[in-house]
């Protein structure tokens, strides 16, 4: 996962480069816009660079995760629904979910409040 951030990391850097680049042409944008966007587009990289709460986590979000389909991330998430995680190594009770899938996804993880 980490070569996925370093590269995900270099793209966002560089469609930043290019729209500094290609900003400084002149272009019909009202004032203040071009400051929202880099706004945006920070948010978006450090969104990207955060570990995944699997207490909060959507089914999409938790089949990004490796060695996690659709049947684990419906398993991750009727498991909350009855018990919330108390740590990262919780999600080793969910059926299906040993330690090498949570050692392959340890730090891309971590546990938030529990909303019950």
Do not use: Q, W
């Amino acid at each position: 996962m980490a070569e996925f951030y370093s590269s995900l990391t270099c793209t966002m850097v560089k469609l930043l480069i290019i729209y500094i680049y290609y900003n400084k042409l002149p272009l019909t944008r009202k004032k203040g816009e071009n400051m929202k966007i880099l706004v945006v587009l920070a948010l978006g990289v450090s969104l990207l660079l955060s570990a995944l709460d699997i207490n909060t986590a959507g089914k999409s979000e938790l089949m990004a995760l490796r060695g996690i389909g659709p049947k684990k991330a419906d398993a991750i998430i009727s498991y909350r629904i009855k018990h919330c995680f108390k740590t990262v190594d919780s999600i080793t009770k969910v059926k299906g979910i040993g330690l090498k899938t949570l050692e392959k996804n340890r730090a891309d993880l971590k546990v938030g409040k529990c909303k019950k």
